[in-house]
């Protein structure tokens, strides 16, 4: 009876998920990667720390339902990465937290280096 039911619990256990099998990164995600290698060379901490952040928000999205083929949708995640970055640093100022505020003006500034120049 034990047999059985570890049978049954295994074949249960089992469960496929389907991702996008794209592999060409988009031209905008393979130079924010060479930035990063760059910044981790020179030991920019601030710099290297903001783009791994923002990598891993891509790899999120590429989990997700729309993965992220194309530059415009780099632009759109990175649009909206500073979105958030500028909210927080309303809550920020509202909280009297200076500090923090200022490290995100920092990530907010190098991120917005990736962006094309009419957006």
Known sequence: MQSLLRTRLYSISFKYRSFATNNVMPALQSEIRKKLM???????????????????EIEIANKSNRPVTNDSEVIRLLKKSIKKKKQAIEQFLSANRTDLSDKEKVEIEILQKFLPRDS
């Open 38 to 56: 760059e910044s981790m060379r020179n030991k920019d901490k601030k710099q290297s720390s903001t783009i791994k952040l923002f990598l891993s």
